[in-house]
């Protein structure tokens, strides 16, 4: 069975400002997805960005980046120049990619950012 | 892009009645879906996966009775809560799965039940 592990319950930034939070994952598949949610206080699920096992680059959207160490198995998001919008809270997610149905997207706990004025 | 529609997005009742909350892919066909329970600042604790034309299959310690769950056609799934009483309140969200990997699963925007 897989494992996500999120070990900041909450984080906080300043305005423009740069943060990383971390995530780390357990599995013995080799072809997996890994993802970063947003939930802001509206509560609906947000797909912020993607990164596929295979690849070896990191994935960016924008003002978001990821840090992709397979054999440490570790999966990090930087939030760049961070706004006010940005707060929320950030899920870590990771699903296989094999066989005919993706099936159970596995959750860390959560990390709640919050961003400052 | 794909959509998917849950109603209603807030529901206080009375305990002891049963409550449905339906799931719809607006734009897709869904051979899958899934129900979370999500408490506050708490992660997204799967219940159970929702296959259509048969049985769903329910994570371990979920009470089927308790949570029915109808998975009658490729757009639509719906969760009953029987019987629901305080305990029972939360945030209930469902998503409905894909064939693109890019998005494996596309969110309900989710339920706040209250049991009063």
């Known amino acids: 069975a897989q494992t996500v592990t999120q070990s900041q319950p909450e984080m906080s930034v300043q305005e423009a400002e740069t943060v990383t939070l971390s995530c780390t994952y357990d599995?013995?598949?080799?072809?997996?997805?890994l993802f970063w949610y947003k939930q802001p206080p509206s509560r609906q699920m947000i797909l912020v960005i993607r990164q596929e096992a295979y690849k070896q680059q990191n994935a960016t959207e924008n003002r978001f980046s990821v840090n992709f160490q397979k054999a440490a198995k570790s999966f990090s998001l930087k939030i760049s120049d961070s706004q006010l919008g940005d707060t929320a809270m950030y899920f870590c997610?990771?699903?296989?990619?094999?066989?005919?149905?993706?099936?159970?997207?596995?959750f860390g706990q959560g990390t709640i950012l919050t961003v400052h004025p | 892009g794909a959509v998917v529609s849950q109603h209603p997005s807030w529901v206080i009742c009375k305990s002891g009645t049963s409550v449905k909350i339906e799931c719809r892919s607006l734009d897709f066909q869904a051979t899958t879906m899934f129900w979370y329970r999500q408490f506050p600042k708490q992660s997204l604790m799967l219940m159970a996966t929702s296959n259509e034309g048969s049985k769903a299959t329910y994570e371990q310690g979920v009470e089927k009775d308790k949570f029915l769950i109808n998975h009658a056609s490729l757009t639509l799934s719906t969760l009953t809560v029987t019987s629901a009483h305080p305990e029972d309140s939360s945030f209930y969200i469902c998503s409905a799965e894909t064939e693109y990997s890019n998005q494996p699963q596309h969110f309900g925007d989710g339920t706040r039940l209250s049991i009063l």
């Open positions: 997610a990771f699903i296989n990619a094999g066989g005919t149905s993706y099936g159970k997207l596995t």
């Open positions: 599995t013995s598949e080799n072809n997996y997805y």
